[in-house]
């Protein structure tokens, strides 16, 4: 059966709480492997919450459907302070990306007591800032940063993830609103071992399966090349239940996803089709 947006694979999913170092409780989910360890560590963070970015926004809502299952991976999403998905709301309030550094860290010592393998940050938008400002921990096994602004970041962070060392790799759409791949090259330049991978014909939002599916399968090359490329059928298991107990159609196994749906902004460079699990729910945003 072909993989499809609304696609859910088996996985063993659990909300988690984060306790940041000022005292708040933070909401988040881990997905595992359905039946063995995971062998790395996805800690996702999410766009701009006060454009609707959170922990459902749709790419990360599918990598915690599918890698556990297609690529062995731990994917651990949580609403950043002041945040609200369907999983609650995370205490606090929104900070401009400053005392979100106390929201990073606290994802971070969450996979370290658990013993998560291979962390590695995913940054999206607003959520690459965090990973760029703030990721600068020895956990840390690198960065992947999904349509990064260079906003709130600059110079400065770049040069610190440079001496840093850790690998950096930018995910650039070739329509993006505030950073375009020639620009992104420019700008990441300052740092050696930073990659900058332009998508051709792909927006901010990463709006429409194909864009999905590169952007899974570029971060699979990374953090767990074994895997790569991720397939895009799964074998039919008629009758199997996933982990919420509901039961599985041949590799359909979820209902489309109403809270992890597809940004769009409305903005330049934000139009096209999308499928039901693609449909807009939140802004991006710089």
Same mark, same amino acid.
């Given at each position: ?23 708040? @409780? ?53 609403? @950043?302070?002041?945040? #609200? ?42 959520? #690459? ?78 709006? =429409? ?50 809270? =992890?749906?597809?940004?769009? #902004? ?21």
């Amino acid at each position: 059966m072909e993989i499809r947006a609304s696609t859910v694979l088996p996985a063993r999913r659990e909300p988690i709480e984060l306790h940041t170092g000022d005292g708040l @409780t933070l909401v988040g989910e881990l997905a595992l492997p359905a039946d063995r360890p995971p062998v790395a560590t996805l800690v996702c963070l999410h766009p701009l919450p006060t454009h609707g970015g959170m922990m459902d926004s749709h790419v990360y809502k599918k990598a915690a459907n599918r890698l556990p299952a297609l690529a062995d991976l731990a994917v651990l999403r949580f609403n @950043t302070r002041g945040t #609200t998905s369907e999983r609650g709301t995370s205490q606090g309030a929104f900070a401009e990306g400053e005392d979100e550094r106390l929201d990073v860290a606290a994802a971070l010592e969450y996979a370290d007591f658990h013993d998560l393998p291979r962390v590695w940050l995913v940054g999206w938008s607003f959520g #690459t800032e965090l990973a760029l400002r703030w990721g600068h921990d020895p956990l840390v096994q690198g960065a992947i940063l999904l349509s990064p602004p260079l906003r709130r970041a600059g110079d400065a962070d770049l040069d610190a993830w440079a001496r840093f060392g850790r690998p950096l790799v930018a995910l650039v759409p070739e329509f993006d609103d505030y950073l375009r791949p020639q620009e992104a090259h420019e700008r990441f330049a300052r740092v050696p071992q930073a990659e900058v991978v332009g998508v051709d014909d792909a927006k901010h939002l990463w709006v =429409g399966e194909p864009y999905v599916r590169i952007v899974l399968d570029e971060i699979v090359r990374r953090v767990n090349p074994a895997a790569h490329p991720l397939p895009t059928e799964v074998a039919d298991q008629p009758g199997q239940l996933d982990q919420t107990g509901q039961l599985d159609q041949p590799g359909q196994t979820g209902q489309p996803d109403q809270t =992890g749906q597809a940004d769009q #902004t409305g903005q330049p460079g934000q139009t096209g089709q999308a499928d039901q699990a693609d449909r807009p729910a939140e802004v991006a945003g710089p």
